[in-house]
């Protein structure tokens, strides 16, 4: 497994491209071409995101967050996650 931390993932990403990226993707979800993406749980200390997400001709992936909410009280991070993706077209399918 590739562990990254924010640099690298900055360095990996063009912030330009990610947004157009998400952006397609975030419209998509509200018309009828094919994207698929779930929803989260929510609780009253915080939330558990399990969040697979398709759009077709894009890629598939999926993303796994937890946030709570009093961390912060605690002196930890309130939120922690790993997410795994297999792009196609753009990313002439590479994995990242």
């Not at 640099?7 to 698929?36: H, K, N, Y």
């Not at 796994?64 to 002196?75: E, V």
């Amino acid at each position: 497994m590739l562990v990254l931390d924010c640099d690298q993932v900055r360095q990996l990403f063009d912030p330009g491209e990610l947004a157009e990226t998400l952006r397609t993707a975030f419209r998509s979800i509200c018309d009828d071409s094919g994207v698929a993406a779930a929803g989260r749980v929510l609780t009253p200390g915080g939330l558990l995101g399990t969040m697979p997400g398709y759009v077709p001709d894009v890629g598939f992936g999926a993303k796994l967050l937890t946030y709570f909410r009093n961390n912060h009280n605690r002196g930890v991070p309130r939120a922690s996650g790993v997410g795994r993706a297999r792009m196609t077209g753009a990313w002439g399918g590479s994995d990242r």
